[in-house]
T-cell receptor, first 117, second 110 residues
Framework: GAVVSQHPSWVICKSGTSVKIECRSLDFQATTMFWYRQFPKQSLMLMATSNEGSKATYEQGVEKDKFLINHASLTLSTLTVTSAHPEDSSFYIC?????????????FGPGTRLTVL | GQSLEQPSEVTAVEGAIVQINCTYQTSGFYGLSWYQQHDGGAPTFLSYNALDGLEETGRFSSFLSRSDSYGYLLLQELQMKDSASYFCAPFTGGGNKLTFGTGTQLKVEL
């Protein structure tokens, strides 16, 4: 199957700082990438859908100015958590898809665990 | 509105068969996917049902009944490594996205 990488795998930052997470599709062109967050023992909550070359579509309740998403190329999407606070601590996972086939069969990155002190 | 229901936890013994049910209520339904996630890991795709009936992939099978808005994942010959969380995820073509259920934590015991 397709390979999706995420970097960093974990990050600890101070409250008020910004953190950038990268999501790369290594062996296919991902026209669409998805960003999820997951709290311990809970489900994956879709935050936004990122389409290459256009603005991301955010889910209801997700602050666009806080979670900046950029999908500059067919292999890279970034999520920047701006002015992070302890409540932003979570597991952030990206997934990639390029067609309706790969959207229902999404390929997930390994996730980034963010801890905000 | 949209709703998904799965049992929160299921326990079974090694070698047994277990069924994880999923009922859904969603608009623009195209099909039902199932994902497995081990603790601290990334979800991995298990199966997708677009049509009614049973899809078999090795030890895992998935079933869909569109008229009942119901599906299940069947795991046979359970192994310890099957201990994980299992999520059903309806695919809604209109939104072109997956919505994940609350997940079922499967514990396989000796």
């Amino acid at each position: 199957g397709a390979v999706v990488s995420q970097h960093p795998s974990w990050v600890i930052c101070k409250s008020g700082t910004s953190v950038k997470i990268e999501c790369r599709s290594l062996d296919f062109q991902a026209t669409t990438m998805f960003w999820y967050r997951q709290f311990p023992k809970q489900s994956l909550m879709l935050m936004a859908t990122s389409n290459e070359g256009s603005k991301a579509t955010y889910e209801q309740g997700v602050e666009k100015d806080k979670f900046l998403i950029n999908h500059a190329s067919l292999t890279l999407s970034t999520l920047t958590v701006t002015s992070a606070h302890p409540e932003d601590s979570s597991f952030y996972i990206c997934s990639a898809g390029g067609t309706s086939e790969t959207i229902r069969r999404q390929y997930f990155g390994p996730g980034t665990r963010l801890t905000v002190l | 509105g949209q709703s998904l229901e799965q049992p929160s936890e299921v326990t079974a013994v090694e070698g047994a068969i277990v069924q994880i049910n999923c009922t859904y209520q969603t608009s623009g339904f195209y099909g039902l996917s199932w994902y497995q996630q081990h603790d601290g890991g990334a979800p991995t795709f298990l199966s997708y049902n677009a049509l009614d009936g049973l899809e078999e992939t090795g030890r895992f099978s998935s079933f869909l009944s569109r008229s009942d808005s119901y599906g299940y994942l069947l795991l046979q010959e359970l192994q310890m490594k099957d201990s994980a969380s299992y999520f059903c995820a309806p695919f809604t073509g209109g939104g072109n996205k997956l919505t994940f259920g609350t997940g079922t934590q499967l514990k396989v015991e000796l």
